[in-house]
């Protein structure tokens, strides 16, 4: 099994920033190669993709609100993926999930069904 656990989130103004962090352990090695991704989920509506990660960290894919402001990276060698978010909106608020996919393009991973391994969730709540 693999368990990932999500931190960094808070509660944060308009255009402030937030770095979240995503931790794997357990089996790491059996999602080594995969494709890591971001999620968020706001009350009452379903949830949505904000970013992928390939397995080699040389491959990334944003929502079209992400509108560069966040990036999405990975460290392998500490099994950690994070995801910097600046010029935070009121309308970012959410809980936000970190997930461990499938492998293959990340271009086939903007589904949560894509996703096998999930964490338990990280609140970030931007005030105007």
């Known amino acids: 099994q693999v368990q990932l656990v999500e931190s960094g989130g808070g509660l944060v103004q308009a255009g402030d920033s937030l770095r979240l962090s995503c931790a794997a352990s357990?089996?790491?090695?059996?999602?080594?190669?995969?494709?890591m991704g971001w999620f968020r989920q706001a009350p009452g509506k379903e949830r949505e993709f904000v970013a992928v990660?390939?397995?080699?960290?040389?491959?990334?894919l944003y929502a079209d609100f992400v509108q560069g402001r966040f990036t999405i990276s990975r460290d392998k060698a500490k099994n950690t993926m994070y995801l910097q978010m600046n010029s935070l909106k009121p309308e970012d608020t959410a809980v936000y999930y970190c997930?461990?996919?499938?492998?293959?393009?990340?271009?086939?991973?903007?589904?949560?069904?894509?996703?096998?391994?999930w964490g338990q969730g990280t609140q970030v709540t931007v005030s105007s």
């Open positions: 357990g089996r790491t090695f059996s999602i080594s190669a995969r494709n």
């Open positions: 990660i390939s397995w080699s960290g040389g491959s990334t």
């Open positions: 997930g461990a996919g499938a492998p293959g393009s990340p271009d086939l991973m903007l589904s949560p069904e894509r996703y096998g391994y």
